[in-house]
């Protein structure tokens, strides 16, 4: 079969070529509806029922989309009239913006705190700084440990102020996902039925247009809002807060990336290849192959709309390391056969190298995709995306490679190729006679090395914090952090609680039980060093009792003012945090991701026991939002793909003996790819870098590119041995593939190197981790490979 095809490859090179370059010109056309999605609603499990139930509460309690603009001035008070102009002025033009629904900042709040009483005629705009005109020293006394506005509008020292943003809702949109919810929330209670699944699609796909078409105006928004503070940035600093902000930000910081290290990381593989292959069309060719093989995998995305998330990001830089590998595999293959055959014609020597590295690169793709198949039993629907879109971009890079390699060949003459340089051939004789010369001590070091790298393991822990995927000299860390610390937090938790049925009273709004568990349920979550802002209908009771010189309000007093108050007051202070109708209260809070050794499982295993210890049971309340949501991820993250790499470890080896035909054979090639991960992940767990969002996939990854170099120099050995001796086989093999692991493993380690100098730091951890994984894979594979080849694969067992 592999002659039929070398051949037919070659008699129809041109008609090849001609079909690249019609699907290049078709890729480039739907490369322009490929989109990158970093947005942390993508990195969220959205059929399970905490999501669900989040959609629930958001729906019940309507919380606002909002932007937070700090305002910490540089020479001036924050209460000065400096200050409340600039608040005026920026207040403003933020509202021009047509999506701007309002704009709440100091001057603007009813500061219901200096009336004197609060009755159900009261009219809260009139005790605001824009009616009344407080003078600022009057204005830093209101807002002193207000129970409301501090950490929200001003920060506990009074050094900085906010601005929050509100913005419309898109009627159409939320009427859509509405009816999402409506249908998913039937899933809290039962599976849902294929119709009621298809209609779900079917609404999305309705949604996904008005979506798109938002998104790119919150990126309008937000450039603008930075536009409009640069004004001002004489007399203050400015730092931005909001999901969204988080949102657009990574993903111009991965956009950055992939233009300007993606064309580093290409110049550099370029130098190193005219560097080894000394020959133009050795450059030429691999990076037209995997050009070609990026630009058709992002066109057929854009075509089925397959978009990339932080998560899956990374996956041009890996479908360049597949290819490159392949194609170097074949540029060593031919070089070696011209300068033994040098009265070969070109077409001879084609096929040749065809017939020889066919199968093997054909055996490298099936099990890369195996290893790559790992993040399809996540059950979590990003990392389950990332990998399908690697196993398709493998695809892709197998029949790229092996196509146009022979095609491209065709065009160009036979000419005398040089050999290896000095120093690549001092290498591989080096890895030679080392794994011929000490294999005991190769083993033994193995197996102390996988238990280094266990104990490691154990080490590993399961951490996200954003704030951590930026470099502290960044201006979106200092951003982050600022918000983070200075006004209560950055990642939302909420605590709904269910009002007991023997407190509910049809003559009271809120018992007084209700109102004490209220208060302990606010101690608990003030107790711990990591909470920042507190928020929930506690909070006007104490500014009720601050109005009412200091005496608590009556569960009768409260219930009479709830009634008879303003509906559009009420909502504008209550309609966030309780809903009469389901006898629910929502108290929000935000996590400080800043908070150093904080531990986020054992934060929620503490707060589910303090909440226990003041009698509030677990029926009684859920905990929603987007600080479970991430934790529940990554703990899911973390359990699958412990529990699954031994599965894939199994069908690695299972697909191995499928090629091999041989039980010794399969175990002997698993063994330095189970190698690799476990030291990989064993690193990460010495070193302590948790396992995230970003870094979960790395031990697919590893395997993915272990099992490349294992695949060709088993193959090469298995066709070397039947004719000599096991320590001659090796030394053929090593001349014949060597070069070839050594040249992929320089060329991609230093080029990925280059990643080290990202202000991502998900990048930077790729970049390290991915060229430590290609000198674990080499050093695998060129010593303790070779060395149980040598020891167990001998003649008798080809």
Request: aromatic content about 10%; hydrophobic content about 50%; charged content about 15%.
């Amino acid at each position: 079969m592999k002659n039929n095809y070398a051949a037919m490859v070659i008699r129809h090179a041109k008609l090849i070529l001609v079909l690249f370059t019609i699907l290049a010109v078709a890729s480039i056309y739907f490369a322009q509806r490929f989109k990158i999605d970093a947005s942390a609603e993508t990195l969220l499990l959205k059929n399970n029922k905490m999501y669900i139930q989040t959609q629930v509460m958001n729906k019940r309690f309507s919380p606002d989309e909002f932007i937070l603009v700090a305002y910490q001035p540089k020479q001036h008070d924050v209460f000065s009239e400096t200050t409340f102009n600039d608040l005026q002025s920026l207040s403003k033009a933020f509202a021009a913006l047509p999506r701007v629904k309002s704009v709440t900042h100091i001057l603007n709040v009813p500061l219901l705190g200096n009336a004197s009483e609060l009755s159900p005629n009261v009219d809260a705009d009139n005790f605001t700084w824009l009616n009344q005109q407080y003078s600022p020293q009057k204005m830093q006394q209101l807002f002193d440990q207000h129970p409301l506005f501090t950490d929200l509008l001003v920060n506990k020292d009074q050094t900085a102020t906010a601005l929050q943003i509100v913005f419309k809702k898109d009627a159409a949109l939320s009427k859509i996902n509405d009816q999402i919810i409506e249908i998913q929330q039937l899933a809290l209670d039962k599976e849902l039925t294929d119709e009621q699944q298809a209609q779900i699609e079917q609404l999305k796909t309705q949604a996904d247009p008005i979506e798109q078409q938002l998104k790119q105006q919150r990126q309008q928004e937000i450039d603008k809002i930075y536009q409009i503070t640069e004004e001002y940035e004489s007399r203050a600093n400015f730092y931005l807060g909001g999901a969204y902000v988080l949102g657009q930000q990574m993903i111009e910081i991965i956009t950055q990336d992939l233009l300007f290290f993606g064309s580093a990381i290409g110049a550099a593989i370029v130098i190193m290849l005219f560097l080894l292959f000394q020959r133009l069309r050795w450059v030429v060719l691999p990076v037209l192959a995997c050009s070609l093989s990026v630009l058709i995998t992002i066109g057929i995305f854009g075509l089925l709309d397959l978009r990339t998330t932080v998560i899956s990001s990374n996956f041009v830089a890996l479908q360049l390391i597949l290819t490159l590998a392949v194609v170097i595999h074949l540029i060593v293959e031919y070089r070696q056969l011209a300068l033994k055959n040098k009265q070969d014609s070109q077409a001879v020597l084609l096929e040749k190298t065809l017939n020889s590295k066919f199968k093997p690169c054909l055996y490298a793709g099936l099990t890369t995709s195996v290893g790559f198949a790992s993040l399809i039993f996540s059950g979590i629907q990003p990392v389950v995306s990332f990998g399908w879109m690697m196993i398709v971009a493998m695809t892709i890079s197998i029949l790229v490679s092996l196509l146009l390699f022979p095609a491209f060949m065709t065009l160009l003459q036979h000419k005398q190729e040089k050999v290896a340089t000095s120093i690549t051939t001092w290498m591989v004789k080096r890895f030679t006679a080392i794994s011929l010369g000490y294999s005991k001590s190769i083993f033994a070091a193995a197996a102390v090395i996988a238990v280094i790298s266990v104990l490691g393991i154990l080490r590993l822990d399961v951490e996200n914090s954003f704030l951590n995927y930026f470099k502290e000299s960044t201006k979106v860390r200092q951003e982050l952090t600022f918000i983070d610390q200075e006004f209560g937090g950055s990642t939302p938790l909420d605590l709904v609680f269910s009002i007991p049925k023997q407190q509910q009273d049809k003559q009271l709004v809120l018992s007084a039980e209700t109102v004490q568990t209220l208060q302990k349920i606010h101690a608990v979550l003030s107790s711990y060093e990591a909470t920042g802002n507190i928020t929930s209908v506690f909070n006007f009771t104490e500014l009720a009792m601050k109005i009412n010189n200091n005496k608590p309000l009556t569960e009768y007093e409260l219930t009479v003012i709830y009634t008879l108050l303003d509906d559009s007051l009420k909502d504008k202070l209550l309609g966030a945090y309780f809903d009469p109708d389901t006898h629910q209260l929502r108290v929000s809070t935000r996590i400080q991701d800043s908070t150093p050794e904080f531990n986020r499982a054992e934060f929620l295993e503490t707060l589910r026991a303090d909440m226990q210890a003041i009698n509030v049971k677990e029926d009684q309340y859920s905990l929603t939002n987007l600080f479970v949501l991430y934790q529940d991820i990554l703990q899911r993250l973390f359990s699958s793909q412990i529990l699954t790499l031994g599965l894939v470890y199994i069908g690695l080896f299972a697909v191995l003996f499928f090629i091999f035909k041989s039980f010794t054979v399969a175990l002997i090639a698993v063994t330095p790819n189970i190698l690799t991960t476990l030291i990989i992940l064993g690193v990460m767990g010495w070193l302590n870098i948790p396992l995230d969002l970003m870094t979960i996939t790395i031990s697919a990854i590893a395997m993915g590119i272990a099992v490349d170099d294992t695949i060709h120099f088993v193959h090469r050995y298995l066709e070397e041995s039947p004719h000599q001796d096991p320590e001659q086989a090796v030394r053929n093999t090593f001349d014949s593939v060597g070069y070839a692991l050594l040249y992929t493993t320089l060329i991609i380690a230093i080029g990925f190197a280059l990643l080290s100098f990202s202000d991502f730091v998900p990048s930077i951890l790729f970049g390290l981790l991915t060229g430590l994984a290609m000198l674990i894979a080499l050093l695998t594979d060129s010593t303790l490979l070779p060395a149980l080849l040598k020891r167990f694969v001998g003649k008798a067992a080809t």
